[in-house]
């Protein structure tokens, strides 16, 4: 079946997998939430800033939209029929997708819990790497589910550099 007609029209079969592909991302987002909340008005106030660095209330509506489009994406990939031809491919995507999601509950913990610019570089610098890796399983299964993973990609490429910038200044 070719990406132009594949649909994932959801039904009520497909519903618990909807809502297991949306709550995944926001449950890392939470629990790296639990990491970031006491610090993000304490001790990252006291990080010397890059001029680049956006104003702390960015991020929740960022993450959000983030969390929300890895989450169609994995529901796109995930609710994908299996065909001889990718069903490898799409046990492997799914596998990736839940390490990095792991990895990306992890920066908060390594970055704000440990309160350590350079064990959140070292974590970041890893996730965009399987990431990218992602985008790229992903789109073997679904181009779509690829694209909606790119704005992703370009945020935590953007975390990436203002990681390292705070770990250089601090």
């Given at each position: 079946?070719?990406?132009s007609t594949?649909?994932?029209a959801?039904?009520l079969?497909?519903?618990?997998?909807?809502?297991?592909?949306?709550?995944?991302?926001?449950?890392?987002?939470?629990?790296?939430?639990l990491?970031t909340s006491?610090?993000?008005?304490?001790?990252?106030n006291t990080?010397?800033?890059?001029?680049?660095?956006?104003?702390n209330?960015?991020?929740?509506?960022?993450w959000?939209v983030?969390?929300?489009?890895?989450?169609?994406a994995?529901?796109?990939?995930?609710a994908r029929?299996?065909?001889p031809?990718n069903?490898?491919?799409?046990?492997q995507?799914l596998?990736?997708?839940a390490v990095?999601?792991?990895?990306?509950?992890?920066?908060?913990?390594?970055?704000f819990?440990?309160?350590?610019?350079?064990?959140?570089?070292?974590?970041?610098?890893?996730l965009?790497?399987?990431?990218?890796?992602?985008?790229?399983?992903?789109?073997r299964?679904?181009k779509a589910?690829?694209y909606?993973?790119?704005?992703?990609?370009?945020w935590?490429a953007?975390?990436?550099?203002l990681?390292?910038?705070?770990w250089?200044?601090n």
């Open positions: 079946m070719s990406n594949y649909t994932t959801v039904s079969q497909q519903t618990p997998k909807l809502l297991v592909s949306l709550a995944a991302p926001f449950l890392a987002g939470f629990v790296g939430s990491a006491s610090s993000v008005t304490t001790w990252y990080l010397t800033q890059p001029s680049f660095s956006p104003p209330w960015v991020f929740g509506p960022v959000t983030l969390y929300l489009l890895m989450g169609i994995l529901y796109r990939v995930w029929p299996v065909s031809r069903a490898e491919g799409k046990q995507a596998l990736l997708f990095h999601l792991l990895l990306n509950a992890g920066w908060s913990i390594a970055f819990g440990f309160k350590s610019p350079a064990l959140g570089l070292l974590v970041i610098v890893i965009l790497g399987l990431i990218a890796l992602l985008v790229r399983e992903f789109y299964i679904d589910a690829a909606l993973l790119l704005p992703y990609l370009a935590v953007f975390a990436t550099l990681n390292f910038s705070l250089q200044l």
